[in-house]
């Protein structure tokens, strides 16, 4: 997998106290925009805690300040992954998940999420997908 851009990390970590301050506003736009624009996207959520936005954006929240030190979010990734495979969650779901998180910090954010920010939080959450689609796979 290739690595994050130096320019990348600089713009996640600058942005992350935004994205923290805000980060329940922001998943739960997210959940809005996923299950307007998505509806297959509901029964897989069927079973999940009222808190959902909360847990996504603690998660969103842990990857931006751990953005360079990843491998202390290993064993909460593999957590995560394993929960996803019980739903049976695929690559596809995460590209609604993509669209949605990233215009839910556009929606939240607004002007200061500039193309230059909402470049990196893409390849950022690219990134983070991967990881997790990878360890899935494996369980898979
Ligand atoms: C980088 C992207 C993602 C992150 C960071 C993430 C994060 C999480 C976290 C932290 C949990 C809670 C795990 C636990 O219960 O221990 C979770 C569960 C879940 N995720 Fe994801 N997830 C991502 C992508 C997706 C995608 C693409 C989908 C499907 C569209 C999805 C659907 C779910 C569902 C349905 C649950 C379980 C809810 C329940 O407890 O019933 N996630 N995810």
């Keep these: 997998m290739d690595q994050l851009s130096a320019k990348t990390i600089e713009i996640v970590k600058s942005t992350a106290p935004a994205i923290k301050a805000n ?26 805690p009222k808190n959902q936005p909360q847990i996504l954006a603690r998660a969103i929240v842990a990857y931006a300040e751990n953005i360079e030190n990843l491998g202390a979010l290993d064993a909460a990734l593999e957590r995560i992954a394993a929960r996803h495979v019980e739903i ?37 959450y690219w990134y983070l997908a991967n990881v997790l689609i990878e360890k899935e796979k494996k369980l898979y």
């Design 23 to 48: 980060s329940e506003k922001i998943t739960s736009r997210m959940y809005e925009r996923m299950f307007g624009k998505y509806p297959d996207a509901k029964p897989l959520f069927k079973n999940a």
């Design 88 to 124: 049976s969650i695929l690559p596809e779901h995460y590209s609604w998940v993509a669209e949605s998180l990233l215009g839910a910090v556009k929606d939240v954010l607004g002007d200061a999420v500039t193309d230059e920010v909402n470049k990196a939080w893409t390849e950022a």
